[in-house]
């Protein structure tokens, strides 16, 4: 089989420490055609499905909400996410279907052979969205890599410093207390990274980086790819215990350190604080307000 990335345009020893970008060839398999992507649609657990839709400006991120598919086909709900404003996440898509499960086997085989990289916890999510639908300022967790396949969308990418974002909003989306969206001020935009992702494009960039996305006048395919390494982890557990501390303990902590025995220590600390409070009551999911339906009348 053919070489997926056929070309790394950062140096690969930036590859999740800084922004890389890459060109890839994912996008010419007939796995993301309307046919396949209604069969997805189909296949894939409907009670798992991530519909959203949400308003034109992009600092009012609290126009976010979720919705239910109701019982549209996949190609009918294809046919909606064309003609309307929605936002679909197919999570854990390599959970789902064996031709997503084989995708990921090839696409991180082909990412540590080439950056050296250790990864793991992969979770393949198919994004199709709406043409000029946007995802508001936000960070993740774990780290991302952002696969274009159809349609052009605008990325931007924050650096991970105040006053884009603090250490206290990151620990509150690690710990799940948080939606992963939060205020933003669109003067930071002269201080972003913009990345014009068409089909072919990858981009990445460092764990907990704000970001926000753009969609083009047209529908969407994405791979929005989640996963980490063992620094990555440790990370996301160093942030969980100075939000723990700060809480219990009143704690102020200092900058983010992945490296020692204080982070050792901490690591284990999240890992006990996780197994002893199962039932740590997180942010309670976006109730769904919208449903969709087929419009006959068009
Ligand atoms: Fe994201």
Redesign the pocket.
Known sequence: MSRLIERWNSPTRDFTQANVAAAHRLHERSMFDDAALADLLDAYPRDQLGVFTMGDDPVAWKSWRRGDAGSLSGAELLAEVKAGRLWLNLRHTNHVAEAYADLATEIFGQVEADTGAKTFKHDLGLLISSPNAQ?FY???TPL?MLWQLRGRKRVWVYPREEPFVTDAQIEKVVLGESA?QFDYDPAWDARAEVFDLEPGVMVSWPQNAP?RVENGPMLNVSL?IEFLTPEALLRANVLYANGIMRRTLGHKPGPVETRGVAAIAKFAMARGHKLLSPGRPRSAPVPKTFEVRADKAA
């Open positions: 995802v936000h960070l993740d991302v992963e970001h929005s």
